[in-house]
């Protein structure tokens, strides 16, 4: 089992920036790919950033240029940096891990919040 908790999420202005963390626990040595996803009220969740085990990323186009995604395998922990920030980006923001190279996410965190907004 893989346990992941979500932190740095937070109220912020159009144009500012987060650091979003997620610390990864339990069976870590089992973890291949992890990514963040987001939530938006009424809204489907959606992949915002992936990184594989090699550091291979994919962001998706509404984020691309702003935000960051990065892991430090010897904290255990993968980090989303987030520029520029937009009142569209104003979701819940989870954590999600899995074992395989490809498929489905296994383990998740509880989310974030993160708000954009004047």
């Known amino acids: 089992q893989v346990q992941l908790v979500e932190s740095g999420g937070g109220l912020v202005q159009p144009g500012g920036s987060l650091r979003l963390s997620c610390a990864a626990s339990?069976?870590?040595?089992?973890?291949?790919?992890m990514a963040w996803y987001r939530q938006a009220p009424g809204k489907q969740r959606e992949l915002v950033a992936a990184?594989?085990?090699?550091?291979?990323?994919y962001y998706a186009d509404s984020v691309k240029g702003r935000f960051t995604i990065s892991r430090d395998n010897a904290e255990n922990t993968m980090y989303l940096q987030m520029n520029g920030l937009k009142p569209e980006d104003t979701a819940v923001y989870y954590c999600?891990?899995?074992?395989?190279?490809?498929?489905?996410?296994?383990?998740w965190g509880r989310g974030t919040q993160v708000t954009v907004s004047s």
């Open positions: 999600a891990a899995r074992t395989k190279a490809f498929g489905s996410y296994d383990y």
């Open positions: 339990g069976s870590i040595f089992s973890i291949n790919a």
């Open positions: 990184i594989s085990s090699g550091g291979s990323t």
